[in-house]
């Protein structure tokens, strides 16, 4: 296809509305931009002008930028690309503007192009989104200038389709949880995560946006996503959970690399609450699997030596992915299981002296004063972990009668 083809067939696809062939023709690593490479014999945006009003503006220059972008992905030049898919993009959003929601298509192809050469020309590629590696280390400060820019041209975006008034399935509002979800992932990169905060707020006053079921289910699981993880970093565990279960129920069966990645939050929010993933589970994600056995393994056994080791040892991976203290404080968990294990060695009675849980401590390996054990017991009862009291002048623990010493973990709230 040639350049005057190219256009032709640009042309075409906007007088019939078809916003899925303008998906293909501006799609700077499909098959469409393979074909115009092909057969292109002017390549220079001066010796491009020439083709200057052959469709209306600001579509001539849309097409003109598109060139420039897949010749400079062919040369490998991922700074220059992404300056060129970044004048396309202000291009293309002048004109669609003036659109209605057919357009959508080309707007997310235009839009995650733009991204992923913002990535590319940072020199990140797609590292930030590894399981194992570190989101936040990876994406450090304000390093990125493509990658903001690239944010700020997505925000222009969702402000043109929150903004549309038109009503019903031709609304250009169909666009907004998509275009959110690439603001999300550009401010993720560059750890600019607070800045998520004034999306959802804008979404939250617009009223007028179609309730979020009605969207795309892969729309819905990337923004219930990104709001568990903001919410998981703000410690509302509660409400991460909730979050991060939505995603991974409603994420398709055969994405498991971005059902790994909700797995990363959802495993140690759960392992706060005493759940542990079953083995079934993990032996889809292998990874996680090599990471998280040594801690269940702990849990299970209520060994609290076990579960101090497996932090030591697992601790440069979980601060990469920004779980290490949610994991840490799992740890209560594994102590609460210490302490149901002497209980029921001493047939569930309710009255416990400290030495029988301070000398359990001790078997286990943990050697401390009988005042932190006395401590840490007080800590057990005051976080609704056991329900009773501690009689300090008699060195004795008074549980609850029968199975209601050792609540339930669901009525606990984590903090």
Not at 11 to 23: E, K, P, T, Y
């Amino acid at each position: 296809m040639n350049f005057t083809t190219f256009l032709v067939e640009l042309s075409r696809a906007l007088a019939s509305n078809n916003g899925d062939r303008i998906a293909y023709l501006l799609s700077a690593t499909g098959p469409g931009a393979q074909e115009l490479l092909k057969d292109l014999k002017e390549t220079t945006r001066l010796s491009l002008l020439k083709y200057q009003n052959v469709v209306e503006s600001p579509w001539d220059e849309v097409g003109i930028a598109h060139v420039q972008v897949i010749v400079r992905i062919s040369e490998g030049n991922f700074g220059d690309a992404y300056t060129e898919q970044a004048t396309m993009a202000k291009a293309f959003e002048r004109a669609f503007i003036g659109l209605q929601a057919w357009i959508l298509p080309a707007l997310f192809v235009v839009l995650k192009d733009l991204r992923d050469l913002a990535e590319k020309a940072s020199g990140r590629g797609h590292r930030v989104y590894q399981a194992d590696d570190s989101r936040f280390q990876q994406g450090q400060g304000s390093d990125s200038p493509s990658l903001e820019d690239a944010a700020r041209i997505c925000n222009k975006a969702f402000t043109d389709c929150v903004m549309d008034r038109t009503l019903g399935d031709e609304s250009r509002k169909w666009g907004t949880y998509h275009v959110v979800g690439l603001i999300f992932k550009c401010y993720f990169s560059v750890n600019k995560i607070a800045l998520s905060r004034n999306i959802i707020r804008a979404l939250s006053a617009n009223k007028d946006i179609p309730p979020l079921q009605e969207f795309p289910r892969s729309d819905q699981v990337t923004f219930k996503y990104y709001v568990g993880v903001l919410n998981f970093l703000n410690e509302r565990y509660d409400e991460s959970e909730q979050d991060l279960n939505f995603a991974f129920d409603m994420c398709h069966h055969g994405a498991t690399r971005n059902q790994e990645l909700i797995l990363n939050y959802l495993i140690p929010l759960r392992l706060m609450r005493g759940k542990l993933p079953s083995p079934g589970l993990l032996h889809l994600f292998p990874r996680l699997q090599e990471l998280y056995a040594p801690f269940l393994k702990a849990l299970r056994s209520g060994n609290v030596t076990e579960y101090d080791a497996a932090l030591d040892w697992a601790e440069p991976r979980l601060v990469g992915m920004g779980v290490y203290l949610a994991v840490e404080k799992a740890r209560e968990i594994c102590m609460r299981g210490l302490f149901r294990k002497v209980w029921k060695l001493l047939n569930k009675d309710s009255r416990i002296q400290i030495e029988q849980f301070h000398r359990a401590f001790r078997l286990a390996g943990q050697d401390m004063p009988m005042e932190e054990t006395e401590c840490l017991l007080a800590n057990m009862i005051f976080k609704g972990y056991i329900k009773g009291y501690i009689s300090h002048e008699r060195q004795t623990v008074v549980l609850a009668k029968g199975d209601a010493a050792f609540p339930n973990l669901n009525g606990i709230k984590r903090a």
